[in-house]
T-cell receptor, first 112, second 116 residues
Framework: AQSVTQLDSQVPVFEEAPVELRCNYSSSVSVYLFWYVQYPNQGLQLLLKYLSGSTLVKGINGFEAEFNKSQTSFHLRKPSVHISDTAEYFCAVKTSYGKLTFGQGTILTVHP | AAGVIQSPRHLIKEKRETATLKCYPIPRHDTVYWYQQGPGQDPQFLISFYEKMQSDKGSIPDRFSAQQFSDYHSELNMSSLELGDSALYFC???????????????FGPGTRLTVL
């Protein structure tokens, strides 16, 4: 079975500051890793994914994440955030087959 | 590009009533997943279908059932509704690649169910 831990439930930052949202996972088999964003009262939108290859993946809206197998982490980063990045961010894992297992979510609040 | 369509977007029901949620996957996607997201919670996997057959089952109550039809759309049927069933229900679709491996899941906007 897989599990995901998002280490911060809430992250407040000021506009144009850098941000890192932390995600650690555990699994006995190889996994694929994802970050989804959920804006208030909306569905889940895929930000980026790691399937294989380069450990640094770039996603939409200037976000990127780095897969670290030895530390079983997949932290999400953005060098300069905007007010519009305020949302809840979910880290998720899946094996080659089937369902996603989500972390508890991190609420990112960007202040002016 | 076409996305996953869910209907209705909002649904209000009384306790002990039934509800049917519908999901229309992205064209050519053959796999559908259902997730439940309670207030302030992360999405929890309920059930999935591949080529009209149940492929996996999660924490879905016995009061709930689901199926996938020949056009690949799926319906989640919920009976004897309880207050605790109030949640956002997401459908996601993906494509099975070679040797059964599944591709990225794309989510619909969700159906917000409120049980009074």
């Amino acid at each position: 079975a897989q599990s995901v831990t998002q280490l911060d439930s809430q992250v407040p930052v000021f506009e144009e500051a850098p941000v890192e949202l932390r995600c650690n996972y555990s699994s006995s088999v190889s996994v694929y890793l994802f970050w989804y964003v959920q804006y208030p009262n909306q569905g889940l939108q895929l930000l980026l994914k790691y399937l294989s290859g380069s450990t640094l993946v770039k996603g939409i809206n200037g976000f990127e994440a780095e897969f670290n197998k030895s530390q079983t982490s997949f932290h999400l980063r953005k060098p300069s955030v905007h007010i519009s990045d305020t949302a809840e961010y979910f880290c998720a894992v899946k094996t080659s087959y089937g369902k996603l297992t989500f972390g508890q979510g991190t609420i990112l609040t960007v202040h002016p | 590009a076409a996305g996953v369509i869910q209907s209705p977007r909002h649904l209000i029901k009384e306790k002990r009533e039934t509800a049917t949620l519908k999901c229309y996957p992205i064209p050519r996607h053959d796999t559908v997943y259902w997730y439940q997201q309670g207030p302030g919670q992360d999405p929890q996997f309920l059930i999935s279908f591949y080529e009209k057959m149940q492929s996996d089952k999660g924490s879905i109550p016995d009061r709930f059932s689901a199926q996938q039809f020949s056009d690949y759309h799926s319906e989640l049927n919920m009976s004897s509704l309880e207050l605790g069933d109030s949640a956002l229900y997401f459908c996601a679709s993906s494509l099975v690649l070679r040797r059964g491996r599944t591709d990225t899941q794309y989510f619909g906007p969700g159906t917000r169910l409120t049980v009074l």
